[in-house]
């Protein structure tokens, strides 16, 4: 993780940020998932109630350049502006950032378990007087799955600094429970 490369969604009348923002991580999910190594890591420096304007992606100076060679922005040059792939300076920690899935709806879970054969409906009504619906204030992009069609939200956690990094493998989505990028 010595090498960075940031994009920046920029304004636009007939999108908002969001929703171009999320367009430019479906397309770096498809991306990441086609080249199937997991040492690409993301993250959001201006994430607030929202993941923000800039995305960042974390990884060796060959990753990153391989990466880019994919040509994966096709459609969304004119939406975004990007750096050049550069070494990472000045660190002021390290970042876990992660996925988290909140389990909004007790009640629909319940019913894919009963289509599934996973439980029993008097199972799951026993069940259903125990949940209780989660929220939370994460910052989240919509996405669409590929094989479903369903849209869902993305939420996405950036853990506590660290002094020291950490290393593993990064998900499809750049994103990773163990695996830290440079903060800075």
């Not at 879970?109 to 929220?135: F, I, N």
């Not at 853990?159 to 429970?177: A, C, M, Q, V």
Request: net charge positive.
């Amino acid at each position: 993780m010595d090498h960075y490369l940031e994009i920046r969604v920029l304004p636009d009348p007939e999108f908002s940020e969001e929703m171009l923002m999320a367009a430019l991580f479906a397309k770096l999910h498809r991306a990441l998932g086609s080249r199937g190594k997991g040492d690409i890591g993301v993250s959001f420096p201006l994430h607030g109630l929202k993941p923000g304007i800039c995305l960042r992606l974390h990884g060796k100076d060959l990753a990153l350049h391989e990466l880019e060679s994919m040509a994966w922005r096709k459609g969304l040059n004119d939406y975004c502006q990007c750096s050049e792939v550069m070494p990472v300076s000045e660190v002021k920690g390290w970042r876990c950032v992660s996925r988290v899935q909140v389990k909004s709806s007790p009640q629909r879970l319940l019913r894919r378990s009963v289509r599934k054969g996973w439980l029993t409906e008097d199972e799951a009504q026993r069940r259903s007087l125990l949940m209780q619906e989660q929220h939370t204030n994460l910052p989240w992009l919509n996405m669409r799955s590929l094989s479903s069609g369903q849209t869902f939200r993305l939420f996405i956690r950036h853990g506590e600094i660290l002094s020291e990094p950490l290393t593993g493998k990064f998900s499809s989505y750049g994103l990773s429970l163990t695996a830290t990028v440079p903060w800075f």
